[in-house]
Every structure is written in C-alpha cells, then in structure tokens.
C-alpha cells in the first residue's frame, strides 16, 4: 500500500509531545501515512499571522485533504480568532464526531455503561462570531441557524448511525425559548427523521438533555445538536466517561476532515512528558478508519484497550492500588506498541469493517421560494435620558408614523417596556423600538423605512442598527416581545 500524504501539526502546549508519542505508536501499528508537518498557532500569532496560520499552510491543507492536529493556544484578547474555528469553517468541515465510552472497570466512572457519539454542527450557530458593542452597557452576538447547515448536520447523523450501526438518534434544542433558530433546528430534525424509519429517535430539550447525559448516559445513543450545545455537553460526556483526556474527535466536510484531541493545549504541564496521548491518538484512529486503514485501526485501538486494561496509565488517570504502573508519555506510547497485536479481556475489542470509511455525506435540498413581504421595521437605540424611563421615550416615538407604519411598542432586552410596561423591569441604555404595518398585514417598502428612521434621527436620537420585519407566505418572520 502506497503511504497515504497527511499534514499535521504538532500545536502548542502538550501538542508536540503528545503528537510525538501518536505518530510513533501510527507507525509502529501499520498506518501507512506520509505526514507533512506544518507550524500553526502561537509560534505564527507571534510572527504577526493574525489568523495563526499562513498561505503555505493551506497549501498543504489543500493538497492533503486530511489534518492530523495536536491542540494548539489562542491568545486571549486582541481581537484573535480561534483558529481551529477559523479551520473548520474555511474547509467546510460542517461535522464534529466525538465518541463518549466508559471503560470500567478500569477507568473510574460513575456511570459504567456509557457508549455514545455527539454529532455537533460545526460551522454556524453562535460560532459564527458575529458579535457587535452596540451600547455602553450591551454587547451582541449573532446566533445564526439556517436550513441547510441543519439539514447537512442531522442527516449526517443518521447515516452515521446507520454506518455504525446505532439505532436512536436524539436530537438536543432548546425550541421551547428560541423558537425561530432552535426550532428550525427541530423542525428539520423532524422531517429528515422520517427518511430513517429503523432509526429511532427522540428530542431533549438542551438543559434536561444535559442533565439526563450526565446522569443515565445509557439512554443515548447518537446526538446531534447545534454549535455551542455539543461543545459543551461533549466535554460533558467525555469527563462521564472518566477524563476529558481520553476524548478524540474527528472534523468531517465534503472533501476535507480534520482529527484532534477534545482537550485543549494544558500549557501548565507542557515540556513535562506527562501529558496523556490518549485523546490525540483515538482521533488519530477516526483518521486510520477515515483514509481506509482499517486494519490499522483495528490493531492500535485494540493495543490501547490492552494497555489501559494491564493498568498502565498515565499521572492523570492512574490510582494508587487500583492500576498497575504510573507512567510518563513516552512510556505510555511504549507501553501501546508493545500490545500491538493483542485484544483486550475485560473491555469489549473493537472491529472496524471496511465499510466504516464510507463517505458520509449531509446532503440538503434546496429551499423554495417563499412570498417575503415587508411589513416593518425594528430601531435600535443608544438612550441614556430621563432615568431611562421608557415612558417618555414612548411619548416621544408615538407621533412618528409614514404612511403606512406607525409606533408599535419598546422593549429593553426583550421584554416589553412600553406602552404598559412593569416598572420593576430593569433597562439599560440599549432600546428596540418596533414600527409596523396594521396587523402586519400591509406592505411596506424600504423607501417609507428611510423616511421613519430620518425622522427619528431628527429627534436627535441615536440609531444604533435597524432590522427589517418580514412576513413569510403570511407567517410572522420575527419573534413578539416578551410580555407583549
């Protein structure tokens, strides 16, 4: 077999000791890759590449295909972006597949029977770090949530469940507040289940779900959720299983996949050769299985379960009386090679057919046109006057009107203020103030928006952003404030 070309990156903090200790066991194990490595995070941030990573990079990135990539550090502060953000959203990687299993008895747990995967979307949702200061007092951030980025995620899911043979699918939300975003995410969910009727399913509301993930992890089987829900329950799930450190994670998109560790660059015990490879090498196993290496995958993933069964572990999971031998990284990548060809007793063995490196794919159909009217408009304000008592804003708003659009009502962080507001509802300086059509129902025209916003302007009132309101095929395209 010819070496497959991969490129990686040994990272920050622990990364090149734990990217040492897993290329080593790879070769040790059969895998037939041919790395190219590359130097991204905080060695690039500091030559002043602002996004951390540099032309060449991607060149390789592009060429490759495949990215094997130790964890790295963004610097905190001065406006730099997450650069593993930075590369799943460049190379489409619109799917995080995170496997969460308990290994008891070896590894503590308090929950024994735990065997799932967290299919998170990638790409959109909070993540997508559109953020603005808009007042002194309030700061935004865009959660965006479109039809086929959720499409492209909850199918994928379920033809992974059907690859891996998993039978339940359950999907996460929290629809019950963010009607709009999360019930969307729902309503896809929904409908594209209908297509799986072998699979099971059931939805969670995000909080309940956590909570019932954390305590009776057996009941899931795969979960597919959105951006910043399945960052945090997959930590969630990975401690559950005993440490986020055994927690690997693969990156899928349409021609690319990227594969890490779930933990982060630990710089407090970097240089040490303590740090667990564990994490960075069952990723580097999705990549075996990935590329059509099997076998591979087979004989280092069984050797790992051996190694952990013989109780040898490293410092972050060892148990004095429990485990056999407390060992550093190096010894513990030894340790993983010297069972290769083994299986585990006490753990379940693992088997990758053949047909587990099946592309994947989140295919989306195409929306169709609905009839978007425009029936009003949302104004933004910066007001700081009069206690901020939203009564005499509201009584300088109402006579503002064009022809077609006249004052509505004010809220002040969603909640309704004016008219008939409660007087115990805290405000700060940031005010949404709604004109719209009669009962929504006339349309309007961005022409008569102007006019409005003009002559709010000349009340020497600071417009801070405006936000169209839109009708569509008759359905409100825009939540009603709370209270209202």
């Known amino acids: 077999m010819s070496k497959r070309p991969i490129t990686v990156a040994y990272g920050d903090g622990i990364g090149p000791e734990i990217m040492e200790a897993t290329l080593k066991i790879l070769e040790a194990g059969g895998a037939q890759i041919e790395p190219e490595v590359i130097v991204i995070g905080e060695k690039k941030y500091a030559e002043g590449f602002s996004s951390g990573i540099e032309d060449s990079s991607w060149e390789s990135l592009n060429r490759t295909k495949v990215f094997l990539k130790a964890p790295i550090t963004t610097p905190q502060g001065g406006g730099f972006k997450s650069l593993n953000v930075t590369i799943r959203k460049t190379l489409d990687l619109y799917a995080n597949v995170r496997p969460c299993m308990s290994y008891h008895p070896i590894i503590t747990t308090k929950n024994p029977v735990m065997d799932c995967v967290i299919i998170r979307e990638n790409e959109e949702d909070t993540y997508a770090g559109i953020e603005y200061q808009q007042t002194q007092e309030v700061a935004q951030c865009l959660k965006l949530i479109t039809k086929p980025g959720s499409e492209k995620i909850i199918r994928f899911a379920f033809e992974y469940a059907k690859t891996y043979n998993r039978k339940k699918v359950s999907c996460f939300s929290k629809d019950n507040i963010m009607k709009m975003t999360d019930g969307l995410f729902h309503k896809i969910f929904d409908e594209v289940a209908k297509e799986y009727p072998d699979i099971q399913t059931d939805h969670y509301i995000i909080d309940i779900g956590s909570a019932r993930l954390a305590d009776t992890p057996e009941r899931f089987d795969v979960i597919v959720t959105e951006n910043l829900y399945g960052d945090i329950i997959s930590d969630i799930a990975a401690q559950v299983t005993g440490s986020v450190g055994l927690g690997g994670s693969a990156n899928i998109g349409q021609d690319f996949a990227m594969f890490e560790a779930v933990h982060g660059s630990a710089p407090d015990i970097a240089g040490k050769n303590i740090a667990n490879p564990s994490g960075l090498l069952l990723g580097a196993i999705q990549m075996l299985v990935y590329i059509g290496q099997s076998e591979a995958a087979n004989r280092i993933h069984n050797a790992w379960l051996k190694t952990l069964e013989d109780g040898i572990l490293t410092v972050d999971l060892y148990k004095e009386g429990i485990h056999k031998k407390k060992v550093n990284t190096t010894e513990f990548a030894q340790a993983v090679i010297d069972n290769l060809g083994q299986k585990p007793s006490i753990l379940k063995p693992v088997h990758y057919s053949s047909g587990n490196n099946k592309k994947i794919e989140g295919k989306y159909t195409m929306t169709q046109k609905a009839k978007k009217v425009l029936v009003g408009v949302d104004v933004f304000l910066d007001w700081d006057e ?83 309101l839109y009708t569509f095929d008759g359905k409100l395209g825009f939540s009603v404030l709370q209270g209202e």
């Open 386 to 468: 009069a206690d901020r008592n939203p009564n005499v804003l509201g009584k300088l708003l109402e006579p503002i009107a064009t022809q077609n659009i006249k004052f509505h009502k004010i809220s002040n962080r969603g909640t309704k203020v004016y008219p008939h507001g409660n007087p115990a509802t805290f405000c700060t300086d940031h005010w949404r103030c709604r004109f719209v059509t009669d009962k929504f129902q006339i349309p309007t025209t961005y022409d008569e928006i102007i006019e409005l916003t003009q002559k709010i302007h000349s009340l020497n009132l600071e417009i801070i952003k405006t936000e169209n």
